[in-house]
């Protein structure tokens, strides 16, 4: 079974094409360019589709995978903030636009399934898969069951709005002190900026200064790591994960970040069982391979139901 990805990010649309061994080829990258509005982003999506189908034809199916708010049975994006989107009917226009069967999912939810089967949540079967980067979520797996919980509405697993400053800085979704407040990377370089005066910061040089000792860098980083640990000990204490997979940015800032973490839910928790904490192994290619498999088992289940 050939299928063809699509990971649909704020910035970034990354595609590739996967075949029966699992590997993703031809990745592929394009600027999603957000601001033109919701129907010329939709325009270049199709078109990056389009592209990945002529370099294979042989193609059985497509998966596309986007962040938000989704309705993953009905195959629409309800609501995708970053990218202008409300009430797309993706599923089914891209469908029509290549004329193949296409699945659809949630980035986050997709990427975790991606680590499940082939990344750092492989056999474990009640893991969280966390990127932490523009924004925070999680993707909770329970029970060995294939797919992440969705919820009753599509939103389960905003991690990122769990709030841990009560009172502190008014997060983009009108609340105060989310968790993304404090430890997103764009939380983490305006933190750092606000505290030195120096602009155009990104959280990965606020960390680079964090390990060359600078004392601000590594307040904002201890202050970003505390907060999601008292996020995570949350979701812990609610879910009793035997693993948390740590993925997005700060999984690329590997043991410099995962053994404070691992420190600081330690102070917190009590009675729970601590789970390992891993950084992600799939790093940005866990959305795409999610959307291939989500594609694949599209594909398996027609062919089983046939
Ligand atoms: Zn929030």
């Known amino acids: 079974m050939t ?22 080829r031809h990745t592929e990258r394009w600027y999603t360019r957000a601001e033109r509005g919701q129907d010329a982003v939709l325009e270049t999506v199709l078109d990056c589709a389009a592209q990945l189908a002529v370099r294979c034809p042989t193609a059985d199916a497509a998966g596309i995978v986007v962040p938000g708010i ?19 009917p993706v ?25 499940a089967r082939a990344g750092a949540g492989r056999g474990c079967a ?6 932490v980067g523009t924004g925070i979520a999680a993707a909770v797996f329970s029970g060995g069951r294939a797919r992440a919980l969705t919820g009753g509405h599509g ?34 370089a305006r ?15 606020v960390r680079a200064c964090a390990d060359a000792g600078d004392a601000a860098a590594l307040t904002v980083w201890s202050e970003a790591i505390e907060a999601l640990a008292d996020a995570l000990a949350t979701a812990i204490t609610l879910y009793d994960p035997a693993r948390v997979v740590i993925g997005g940015g700060l999984s690329r800032s590997g043991e410099s970040c995962l053994t404070p973490l691992r420190a600081a839910l330690a102070e917190r928790l009590t009675f729970q069982d601590p789970p ?5 192994g799939l790093g940005d290619r866990a959305g795409c391979l999610g ?7 599209l594909l398996a289940h027609a062919g089983a139901a046939a």
Request: glycine share 14%; proline share 2%.
């Open 3 to 24: 299928v063809i990805a699509l990971d649909v990010g704020g910035t970034c649309i990354k595609g590739g094409v996967v075949l029966d061994d699992g590997r993703l």
């Open 70 to 88: 989704v309705d993953e049975d009905e195959g629409v994006a309800v609501r995708a903030a970053n990218l202008g989107w409300g009430d797309v």
């Open 91 to 115: 599923r089914d226009w891209l469908a029509e636009h290549l004329d193949l069967p296409v699945a659809f999912g949630h980035d986050v939810r997709a990427g975790g399934l991606a680590e």
């Open 126 to 131: 009640d893991f969280l898969f966390v990127p």
């Open 155 to 188: 939103r389960a697993g905003e991690l990122g709005h769990v709030v841990v400053r009560p009172g502190g800085e008014r997060c983009r979704c009108g609340a105060r002190g989310c968790l993304e407040t404090v430890a997103s990377a764009s939380a983490v």
């Open 191 to 205: 933190r750092y900026s606000r505290a030195t005066g120096r602009r155009g910061v990104t959280a990965h040089e």
């Open 276 to 280: 390992e904490v891993v950084a992600a």
């Open 291 to 297: 959307a291939a498999y989500l594609a694949q088992d």
